[in-house]
């Protein structure tokens, strides 16, 4: 009964099956990495290796005193052999250290030790965490340390972490609950720790008995309360967990923290324990390399600015060839141009997908079914939305049908017959709010 | 020289391998297998039973009818997209549609020009003069049969005899034998109450051609139903507030009426499960579709008893369409705002 309504959400063909049994492999180093100093939520990094010096791995090579911002650490060791501007799956281009491997793999002192988290204290646990540049892992990829550290007048009473993993094709949250269960478990113990909350609830689609049952095993009942939640996209959506699992509501333009929640993905909470326990920075990660156009799907361990095209030819290259490269899930992931693209900490899926997959034809005109109305979690009205942001309209599409308040989680757009473009009207439309404000502010 | 062009040749299809430059766009990735066309043509194969039963009540006359209808109507879409140079969308199954509703909707002697005016001001002026699929405010087919009722009474109400079940001869519909001649008489042609609801629920019953079969309206009714095209609710709280109202005002006092028959007469089952669940001309939201099938089933049964036709589903649907808008304004989709503004 999620905002009154039983009838929310989609059902994606899940196509998790090509990868839910496979586990992780570990993909081999790459001959050379591209590593874009922005990769999280904030202020770019600033570089502080230059051209031709030796870097190991896990080596901080860019950092920045800006207050949002994340550490960036070499993922190989090697020579830095350019810094330069490179294609990057978000930005579409940014500053890049490229390191080439010397196929060593040796790792910097720091980041092999081995303690007791419980013996450090919260203000220890929150400088490793952010010397090892943690972000969220589930794709929207903000600071973590900024999550864990909120404001003194922000009560946090719970932690949500979220292992919904509702994206269709993405079988990564499963294969590390299934694969790294303690680790998980010792970093939600840590993140719980610095918060100093007792609430935490894990949330877990009911289509992944396997990794339920094993945390459940795990992980003790009093120390985090496992819920299965229902196979249904968007429900892994911040903003729909923390509904779902605890009816807050959180406003738009705010954040979890303001109804006293922190949610964290499951892979940060490894990433976190990693950090804490070993003290291994961010840079390696799991990746789901899957769709109909790559030939052998695969759930791989690899490293931070990897290049798209290294990953997809360790996958056995493209079956045929792809209408759409995506990083992320379908549903909210990035279309790339070109596998030049590196391999960043918020990359959960590399995605060939085929024209069938896609389905889209040209849009035509909305025949008000209605489809996107039923299935729209935020209760809106997205062919209202899509009509007045088509045109231009953002004042009355934010005054008079909560603009605002959408997610852009797609469900409108996946299911319309007309197969129009829905949520992309509404980026236009929250672009020209955002870009009225500004100017109301400059004024 | 040579090798160079062939040189210049590989590096080209190099630098064509390596550059592969994919199409982007803004996320989602991924539709559902919905289309439009799909859902028209399932509607258009969920009318057939009705159809087919139809001509084989009515006749080949019958056949022709429909066949002009649905065919005329689909080149008048296809003529005037091209005169205002719009891509041709005749595939899509829409026309099609609504030229069919359209003649399901005449009676089955009709003379033939009747089903191809008809289709010409439901696809060119209620439909393509408001811009075309989407745009249109009133359901094309009952726009086109609202002109022919106006434009040529007379043909438009004429009833022929029914081929088959001779010995419930009639030449006019059951509504207006009530209207004319009284409930008694009705019963008497059809022999008994009992009689009169099996053929009615059957079909072999004077009507337009596509209306009489409840049975089959039903089961096509329930195939869309099942395929989540249309909401349950409008044809059940349509059917259900004429059925409530006819039985509570009938001819003889308070309770006298005959819900069942009206329930099943005329044009309500066809119009309540096809007409009033057209997506384009109805409200968007549940609540909204339940005023619109509320209202159209109180106007229905204004006109039945107290206006002059004997039918009314198609004003009632088409006062309804007018005030859709209105409905959707009053109406929002948001119950609750997230955030105070």
């Given amino acids: 009964m999620l905002f009154g309504r039983v009838k929310w959400g989609i059902h994606p063909k899940t196509h998790k099956t090509a990868t839910a049994n496979k586990p ?7 001959r050379q990495v591209i590593i874009p100093v922005r990769m999280h939520i904030g202020a770019p990094a600033e570089p502080i ?6 870097v190991k791995t896990g080596q901080l090579i860019a950092n920045s005193s800006a207050p949002v911002s994340s550490n960036v650490h070499s993922s190989v060791s090697g020579t830095v052999v350019d810094i330069s501007d490179k294609p990057h799956s978000i930005y579409g281009q940014c500053l890049s250290i490229i390191i080439e491997s010397d196929g060593l793999d040796q790792w910097a002192e720091e980041t092999s030790v081995q303690r007791d988290w419980k013996m450090l204290r919260n203000d220890q646990v929150f400088e490793i965490i952010k010397n090892a540049g943690i972000v969220g892992m589930g794709g929207a990829a903000f600071p973590s340390h900024i999550k864990l550290c909120p404001p003194k007048d922000k009560k946090i009473d719970t932690l949500i972490i979220n292992a919904a993993e509702c994206e269709p094709f993405l079988t990564v949250d499963h294969r590390i609950m299934l694969e790294y269960t303690l680790r998980v478990a010792t970093g939600i113990e840590i993140i719980k720790n610095l918060l100093s909350v007792e609430n935490v609830f894990i949330g877990i689609e009911d289509n992944k008995v396997d990794a339920i049952k094993v945390m459940r095993d795990v992980i003790d009942e009093n120390s985090a309360k496992i819920v299965a939640i229902t196979t249904k996209y968007p429900h892994g959506a911040e903003k ?11 406003a738009p333009g705010k954040l979890p923290m303001d109804v006293g929640v922190v949610v964290q993905n499951v892979s940060t909470a490894v990433a976190i324990c990693d950090a804490v326990v070993r003290g291994t920075p961010l840079i390696e990660r799991i990746v789901t390399v899957s769709g109909s156009a790559i030939n052998i799907p695969k759930n791989l361990k690899v490293r931070i600015g990897t290049t798209f095209s290294d990953v997809i030819k360790f996958c056995g290259g493209f079956k045929q060839t792809p209408e759409k490269l995506i990083m992320g899930g379908p549903m909210m992931g990035i279309a790339q141009y070109t596998t030049e693209v590196s391999v960043i900490k918020g990359t959960s899926g590399i995605l060939g997908l085929s024209k ?9 005109a909305c025949i008000r079914c209605g489809k996107c109305v039923n299935c729209c979690p935020m209760n809106l009205n997205p062919s209202m939305l899509g009509i007045l942001s088509e045109k231009g309209f953002a004042d009355e599409a934010k005054n008079d049908y909560n603009l605002l308040d959408c997610i852009e989680c797609g469900c409108c757009s996946y299911v319309c017959p007309a197969k129009r473009h829905i949520v992309q009207y509404v980026r236009y439309a929250k672009r020209l709010v955002a870009e009225k404000a500004a100017e109301k502010g400059n004024k | 020289m040579r090798e160079e062009v062939s040189t210049n040749l590989e590096l080209e299809e190099l630098s064509r391998e390596e550059s592969q430059i994919f199409e982007i766009s803004s996320s989602p990735h991924m539709h559902s297998d919905d289309s439009i066309s799909k859902i028209m043509w399932t509607v258009v194969l969920t009318l057939m039973p009705a159809t087919i039963f139809g001509v084989c009540h009515f006749g080949l006359t019958a056949l022709k009818i429909l066949l002009l209808g649905a065919l005329s109507a689909v080149l008048f879409e296809a003529a005037i997209q091209k005169l205002v140079k719009k891509t041709i969308t005749v595939a899509d199954g829409s026309a099609f549609l609504t030229g069919l509703l359209l003649a399901m909707c005449l009676p089955p002697k009709v003379p033939f020009f009747l089903p191809i005016v008809g289709s010409f001001v439901a696809i060119v002026i209620a439909k393509h003069s408001m811009g075309g699929l989407g745009y249109n405010i009133f359901n094309p087919a009952h726009i086109g049969r609202a002109v022919l009722l106006l434009s040529w009474p007379v043909a438009m109400t004429t009833w022929t005899t029914m081929d088959i079940r001779v010995d419930t001869i009639s030449s006019a519909t059951p509504l207006n034998i009530l209207k004319q001649q009284g409930y008694p008489h009705l019963i008497e042609l059809f022999g008994s109450r009992a009689n009169m609801y099996t053929d009615m629920f059957l079909g072999f019953r004077n009507g337009c051609i596509g209306e009489t079969s409840v049975i089959l309206l039903l089961f096509g009714g329930t195939v869309l139903i099942y ?29 006298s009426g005959d819900p069942v028959f009206h329930m099943m007469a005329g044009g309500l089952i066809i119009g309540a499960f096809f007409m009033a669940t057209d997506m384009v001309t109805t409200p968007i939201t549940r609540g909204g579709r339940i005023i619109f099938a509320l209202g159209a089933g109180i106007i229905t049964v204004l006109i039945r008893l107290l206006g002059g036709y004997p039918e009314g589903i198609c004003y009632a649907i088409l006062l309804m369409n007018s005030v859709t808008p209105l409905i959707d304004k009053l109406l929002p989709v948001t119950k609750e705002i997230l955030h105070a503004k």
């Fill in chain 1, 240 to 250: 729909i967990i923390i509904k779902s699992l605890l009816n807050r509501e959180v």
């Fill in chain 1, 49 to 54: 290796v230059k051209k031709g010096d030796k």
């Fill in chain 2, 227 to 255: 395929k989540k095209y249309i909401d349950w609710v409008v044809p059940v709280v349509m059917i259900a507030t004429v059925g409530i109202l006819t039985g509570i005002f009938g001819s003889g006092g308070v309770l």
């Fill in chain 1, 24 to 30: 992780i492999e570990n993909m081999e180093l790459p």
């Fill in chain 1, 356 to 364: 069938k997959d896609v389905n889209q034809v040209d849009q035509s």
